[in-house]
């Protein structure tokens, strides 16, 4: 028997995308994620640039997660210049990625990935029957959309942020107006990952090995070592030593690997598996009370984990806030110098590492910047073939809706990699 399941318009992902499985003879011989989005090439855009360009350019990336290509952009920068930045300056960077976490991982949890465990197609149509929890699912999403305003100067591409700080620091009476907004959302979330954990997960457990940044003293976002579940514990200029990306036909893309060990993940379940001891009060106890007790390899756990990692998110953003004293100047000086530069930052998706070149003057020679969803495109393959052969019982429309979760369990921003996916399931 030949089968060919076509699906060509995945919704409820960032980019464009295609799945190919093959089944021959009661086998599944083949699982492919391809990416055929047409490249930007930012890194060329930034080749001849001055160094204070990069991050405004790269924010451009991802309208979602801007702040985590601007916060890498100049952490790579300062680090080709030698410049220190100072907690309070730290701790804004913090706050503004805060931000960015609670209304990227809402977002992703209730309109994107809820309907599949709810068995509607979208957002439009789970709200039909869910109009109260869509109506308080905006309302949070709006209080991690505020605190990007008021730090970075807009919610969208903020253009506050600078290497070496920001250009202006918010004031304190501006910042503690949405402490009430965040305490309610804090409140919201922390019954909404209770509400995630009672979903229905199909039993699947694919080991891999998780790599995240981590830091000995907090939850590790804004910096921090890249450490992994085999092992490895290098710092972020060592990357190149163990990491590797290849080109892989019929993806636009780069496959990250690990040098002589191959796929690996990066995101919530890596962070929270190499992290969780981390976790803010709140979050900790939210974690305890959803069941989850690392290693987490149910990769459809992850909207558990993003609630989690929310209510972590809103509970040290309003910390930050309580003891927030204005920086000034909210910035330190930097002095150009030829050299290379290393950066890297938590993305909501997983590591995001940049890595800059640049002359005596500040003009940039040569970038390289790896997104989460590049590096996790074996991961990713490795889940679609892992389920398959696990559910090739079912009937072709059932199969090609758990292939399509099976990617959005990562969230995969595939714009930023390189806005439907192609699911194809061919049966022989």
């Given at each position: 028997?030949?089968?060919?399941?076509?699906?060509?318009?995945?919704?409820?992902?960032?980019?464009?995308?295609?799945?190919y499985?093959?089944?021959q003879?009661?086998?599944?011989?083949?699982?492919?994620?391809?990416?055929?989005?047409?490249?930007?090439?930012?890194?060329?855009?930034?080749?001849?640039?001055?160094?204070?360009?990069?991050?405004?350019?790269?924010?451009?990336?991802?309208?979602?997660?801007?702040?985590?290509?601007?916060?890498?952009?100049?952490?790579?920068?300062?680090?080709?210049?030698?410049?220190?930045?100072?907690?309070?300056?730290?701790?804004?960077?913090?706050?503004?990625?805060?931000?960015?976490?609670?209304?990227?991982?809402?977002?992703?949890?209730?309109?994107?990935?809820?309907?599949?465990?709810?068995?509607?197609?979208?957002?439009?149509?789970?709200?039909?029957?869910?109009?109260?929890?869509?109506?308080?699912?905006?309302?949070?999403?709006?209080?991690?959309?505020?605190?990007?305003?008021?730090?970075?100067?807009?919610?969208?591409?903020?253009?506050?942020?600078?290497?070496?700080?920001?250009?202006?620091?918010?004031?304190?009476?501006?910042?503690?107006?949405?402490?009430?907004?965040?305490?309610?959302?804090?409140?919201?979330?922390?019954?909404?990952?209770?509400?995630?954990?009672?979903?229905?997960?199909?039993?699947?457990?694919?080991?891999?090995?998780?790599?995240?940044?981590?830091?000995?003293d907090?939850y590790?976002?804004?910096?921090?070592?890249?450490?992994?579940?085999?092992?490895?514990?290098?710092?972020?200029?060592?990357?190149?030593?163990?990491?590797?990306?290849?080109?892989?036909?019929?993806?636009?893309?780069?496959?990250?690997?690990?040098?002589?060990r191959?796929?690996?993940?990066?995101?919530?379940?890596?962070?929270?598996?190499?992290?969780?001891?981390?976790?803010?009060?709140?979050?900790?106890?939210?974690?305890?009370?959803?069941?989850?007790?690392?290693?987490?390899h149910?990769?459809?756990?992850?909207?558990?984990?993003?609630?989690?990692?929310?209510?972590?998110?809103?509970?040290?953003?309003?910390g930050?806030?309580?003891?927030?004293?204005?920086?000034?100047?909210?910035?330190?000086?930097?002095?150009?110098?030829?050299?290379?530069?290393?950066?890297?930052?938590?993305?909501?998706?997983?590591?995001?590492?940049?890595s800059?070149?640049?002359?005596?003057?500040?003009?940039?020679?040569?970038?390289?910047?790896?997104?989460?969803?590049?590096?996790?495109q074996?991961?990713?393959?490795?889940?679609?073939?892992?389920?398959?052969?696990?559910?090739?019982?079912?009937?072709?429309?059932?199969?090609?809706?758990?292939?399509?979760?099976?990617?959005?369990?990562?969230?995969?921003?595939?714009?930023?990699?390189?806005?439907?996916?192609?699911?194809?399931?061919?049966?022989?």
């Open positions: 028997m030949s089968r060919i399941i076509e699906v060509k318009d995945l919704a409820r992902v960032e980019g464009e995308g295609a799945v499985v093959s089944i003879g009661g086998e599944v011989t083949q699982a492919r994620f391809s990416i055929h989005e047409p490249p930007r090439f930012f890194e060329a855009i930034l080749v001849g640039r001055r160094y204070d360009e990069a991050p405004d350019i790269t924010a451009r990336i991802c309208g979602i997660c801007p702040v985590a290509y601007q916060t890498s952009a100049a952490a790579a920068m300062e680090d080709a210049f030698g410049a220190v930045i100072p907690a309070p300056i730290r701790d804004l960077r913090r706050l503004l990625y805060c931000g960015e976490w609670i209304e990227s991982h809402v977002l992703h949890m209730f309109m994107l990935h809820a309907p599949d465990f709810l068995g509607y197609p979208g957002a439009i149509e789970m709200a039909r029957d869910h109009k109260e929890l869509v109506r308080k699912v905006l309302r949070a999403k709006k209080a991690g959309n505020s605190l990007m305003t008021a730090v970075g100067g807009r919610e969208i591409h903020p253009v506050n942020v600078r290497v070496g700080g920001f250009y202006k620091s918010p004031s304190r009476e501006k910042l503690r107006s949405l402490l009430g907004e965040l305490e309610w959302a804090l409140d919201f979330m922390v019954g909404a990952a209770k509400w995630t954990a009672a979903l229905s997960f199909p039993a699947a457990e694919y080991p891999r090995e998780h790599v995240a940044l981590h830091l000995p907090e590790a976002v804004v910096s921090g070592r890249i450490v992994s579940t085999g092992g490895i514990d290098i710092a972020v200029s060592q990357w190149d030593d163990l990491f590797e990306e290849t080109h892989e036909q019929g993806s636009n893309a780069l496959h990250g690997a690990i040098k002589g191959g796929a690996y993940a990066t995101g919530p379940i890596p962070r929270f598996n190499i992290n969780h001891a981390l976790l803010s009060p709140l979050a900790s106890k939210a974690a305890q009370e959803c069941g989850l007790i690392p290693p987490v149910n990769p459809f756990k992850s909207i558990i984990v993003r609630g989690v990692e929310t209510i972590h998110a809103l509970e040290t953003a309003i930050l806030i309580q003891n927030y004293k204005e920086p000034d100047p909210p910035y330190v000086e930097v002095v150009p110098r030829a050299g290379v530069g290393h950066g890297a930052t938590e993305a909501p998706r997983g590591i995001l590492r940049h800059y070149e640049l002359d005596a003057k500040g003009f940039i020679k040569h970038a390289v910047i790896v997104p989460p969803t590049a590096q996790n074996k991961s990713i393959e490795a889940d679609l073939l892992a389920f398959a052969r696990g559910n090739i019982g079912l009937d072709d429309a059932a199969l090609t809706l758990g292939l399509e979760q099976a990617i959005r369990n990562y969230d995969p921003c595939i714009s930023c990699a390189t806005h439907a996916i192609n699911v194809t399931i061919e049966r022989r």
